[in-house]
């Protein structure tokens, strides 16, 4: 179903959320000089939006008057991406408002923790209604199909919160009406003669209304800027945090593309990194905003300004196994279709001629998962020496393998080592004779 969340007045629920201690208190919030945004408390008061300063100070002496909040778009933003962890069927229609795809229990748990007026009904219209006609943490549920019996009792005055002035509502009280439902026998030609605001109520009160709500969309990008008050070099430390903060700023999303500007020495450097798979962990981000700093040029320059933008954002898929037991997909494509998969078997390898070298076999089911582990025991101790333009004696053996197995048709298998050498070198090698590489 349909759920419309008030978050309104938007600001002042910001205020209220970040400091508690002004809850129920009359809140004023001003710019330029006027007051843009009230409380309930301070609309009893008598004080009005589009007030001087002066004059609502003047009008309810317990007023608390406070600036709007420079944060509020940004905040705006990150309380929708809040509501996106919920469902992704969320659709903002001003700052404070939004629609979300929501069951009645998942709505009331919503109104409860937010505290905020939360409407749930089967059509977009008629959850706004309820949202305005319910109180704060509190869910108006309408049932599909009482709709019409909702609106015939809806005081009149809630029709305010989806666009009827203050105009309009008095001249429509001088003529004795109190509910919805009287207004929903005129018909919509009535409507807009008598009322300026009568185009904009028409959808609510006769329709078309609208079942469904449109999915969130997603930032295109995130961006994280550092203004340096000292200059600091282009290194690793610096990379650690914007890649930090731009982790924090995906939010569980991946991006496929980096790009870094710096500003340092005079100069303006831009570099940019696609990344071959999706960038989901920060050691990922890392990794590509090193990729696109080298690029730039302005890796290790001393730096008085940088910003990194992760960009190409989307929430990565995962997909199941498809079967139970690795193998049977592929049992049943070749029992379906005999021959659609090949492989190669090496005949000659120095074969002159390619076709006298390999040919080709049809897989079998048991070829699908070659084993790797190597075929005899690997040979024991390491190497004494190795060939670096001179010899270099063996150090440490760090790790050894052999190229053995199913896949490997030649004798003997190879065996590689990964050797510490004089000299602190490291040196993965293939095994050609007893003590020699």
């Not at 003529?175 to 009535?190: D, F, H, I, N």
């Not at 990344?275 to 080298?294: D, H, I």
């Not at 590689?416 to 040196?427: K, N």
């Amino acid at each position: 179903m349909v759920a419309a969340a008030l978050f309104r007045p938007w600001a002042v629920w910001l205020l209220g959320r970040e400091r508690p201690e002004l809850k129920n208190l009359p809140l004023a919030l001003h710019r330029g000089g006027r007051v843009v945004a009230l409380s309930p408390q301070a609309q009893r008061l008598g004080v009005r939006e589009g007030m001087g300063v002066e004059v609502a100070r003047i009008r309810a002496a317990g007023l608390h008057l406070l600036p709007y909040p420079a944060h509020a778009a940004p905040a705006w933003r990150a309380l929708l991406q809040e509501l996106y962890r919920l469902t992704p069927w969320v659709e903002p229609l001003a700052e404070g408002a939004v629609l979300l795809r929501l069951t009645p229990a998942e709505a009331r748990l919503l109104a409860e923790g937010y505290g905020v007026r939360v409407g749930v009904a089967a059509w977009r219209e008629v959850a706004l209604l309820a949202a305005w006609s319910a109180r704060e943490g509190e869910a108006r549920v309408v049932a599909e199909g009482a709709e019409r019996a909702f609106l015939d009792r809806l005081p009149l005055y809630l029709l305010r919160g989806v666009g009827l002035g203050l105009e309009g509502l008095g001249k429509l009280r001088l003529l004795g009406l109190k509910r919805v439902g009287e207004l929903l026998a005129w018909s919509p030609a009535q409507l807009r003669a008598y009322l300026p605001e009568g185009e904009r109520l028409l959808p609510y009160l006769h329709g078309p209304w609208r079942p469904g709500v449109a999915r969130f969309p997603e930032g295109r990008w995130v961006e994280a800027r550092l203004p340096l008050d000292l200059e600091v070099d282009g290194g690793p430390g610096l990379l650690a945090h914007l890649a930090q903060r731009l982790h924090r700023g995906l939010a569980g999303q991946a991006a496929t593309w980096v790009a870094v500007e710096a500003v340092g020495a005079g100069l303006r450097f831009r570099g940019e990194h696609l990344a071959k798979a999706p960038l989901r962990g920060e050691k990922e981000v890392r990794l590509a905003l090193e990729l696109a700093f080298r690029r730039s040029g302005a890796w290790g320059m001393p730096l008085e300004e940088v910003r990194a933008v992760a960009s190409g954002l989307h929430r990565p898929a995962h997909q199941e196994g498809l079967f139970r037991r690795p193998g049977t997909g592929l049992a049943t494509l070749l029992a379906r279709y005999p021959g659609a998969l090949l492989r190669v078997e090496v005949l000659d390898p120095e074969a002159l001629a390619p076709e006298w070298g390999f040919r080709y076999r049809s897989l079998e089911v048991e070829d699908a998962a070659l084993p790797g582990a190597p075929k005899g025991p690997l040979p024991r101790g390491k190497p004494r020496w190795v060939v670096l333009g001179r010899k270099r004696r063996v150090v440490r053996l760090l790790d050894r393998w052999r190229a053995g197995g199913r896949w490997w048709r030649l004798e003997p298998g190879r065996d590689y080592f990964l050797l510490e050498v004089e000299g602190g070198l490291s040196w993965r090698s293939t095994g050609r004779g007893k003590d020699g590489c």
